[in-house]
C-alpha cells in the first residue's frame, strides 16, 4: 500500500508521517528531504516543485515494486497533483490519502519553532493556503495537536484496515 500524507505547513504531516512510516515498516519520502538532496539553493520555483514530485513518484514506485509498503509526506496543495499520483500509483498498489489539519495557532506556533525537518515558515504556509484546494474523493482527515499522536497512529491503522478489506 502507498499512504499520501497531505497537508499545510505545520499541519504536523512529517511528525507524523515519520512515526506512521515506522509503525508499517515502510519507505518514507519525505518532499523537503528529496528537496535538499536535488537542490543546493533552492528557489522553490514551479520548475524545481515538478522535479521533486516527480522524484517523490520515481521513488514510491521502485519502493512499491520492490515490496515495500509507501509512505509519501508532502504538502499536495492541488487536486491536479494529488490525482497525477493516484493515476501513476494504483496501477501498482493500493493508494490511501491522509490529510493533516490543525488550527491555525496551533501551526504558527509549530512554524516558529521550526526544526530541520521543514524549510516552510508562516509566510509560507499563508502562501500555500491560498493555492490550497480541497481534497477531493474518499480520505482520512486528521486533527493533528501538539499531543495526540498515539491516537493518530491507532485512528490511521483501524482506517487502513477497514480499507484494505473492503
Not at 516543485?49 to 509526506?73: F, N, P, T
Not at 486533527?143 to 478489506?165: G, K, P, Q, V
Request: hydrophobic fraction near 40%; charge should be negative; charged fraction near 30%.
Amino acid at each position: 500500500m502507498i499512504v499520501i500524507i497531505t497537508g499545510l505547513p505545520g499541519s504536523g504531516k512529517t511528525y507524523f508521517a515519520g512515526r506512521l512510516a515506522q509503525m508499517l515498516s515502510a519507505a518514507y519520502i519525505n518532499s523537503d528531504k528529496v528537496r535538499r538532496e536535488l537542490l543546493v539553493l533552492p528557489a522553490y520555483s514551479c520548475e524545481e516543485k515538478i522535479l521533486v514530485y516527480d522524484e517523490m513518484l520515481k521513488r514510491a514506485i521502485q519502493a512499491s515494486e520492490h515490496g515495500k509498503e509507501v509512505v509519501i509526506d508532502a504538502t499536495f496543495c492541488t487536486n491536479a497533483l494529488r490525482k497525477k499520483f493516484t493515476n501513476e500509483l494504483q496501477k501498482i498498489s493500493d493508494v490511501f490519502f491522509i490529510e493533516m489539519v490543525a488550527d491555525e495557532d496551533v501551526i504558527k506556533e509549530r512554524l516558529m519553532q521550526r526544526s530541520n525537518d521543514s524549510d516552510a515558515d508562516f509566510n509560507v504556509y499563508k502562501s500555500v493556503k491560498k493555492l490550497w484546494e480541497p481534497v477531493s474523493g474518499s480520505h482520512l482527515v486528521l486533527r493533528s495537536t501538539n499531543d495526540n499522536i498515539n491516537d493518530l497512529l491507532e485512528e490511521t491503522a483501524d482506517y487502513l484496515f477497514i480499507e484494505m478489506t473492503k
